[in-house]
């Protein structure tokens, strides 16, 4: 339900650097819910202020029809 937050920045040019993913913002403390199913490859749990993502957890998602292999990553988040 992304009715709740908001797209925060898709896949343009952020910060001179190339963006390879969707954001979508929410109020602090609001639960995460995967958005399929996936196996969980890594969690982030320490937090470190202003370096990289923050807590995160990293799915992995399988391969697309190309053979590519995907990852979903849950990031900035205010408890793993």
Excluded: C, M
Aim: no cysteine; net charge negative.
């Amino acid at each position: 339900q992304i009715s709740a937050g908001f797209l925060d920045s898709d896949y343009a040019a952020a910060l001179g650097t190339q963006h390879w993913g969707v954001d979508f913002a929410y109020p602090k403390n609001t639960p995460v819910y995967a958005t399929s199913y996936g196996e969980v490859v890594h969690v982030q749990t320490e937090y470190t202020d202003g370096v990289g993502f923050g807590r995160y957890v990293v799915t992995y998602q399988g391969k697309n029809d190309r053979g590519d292999r995907y990852y979903f990553i849950y990031a900035h988040l205010n408890s793993v």
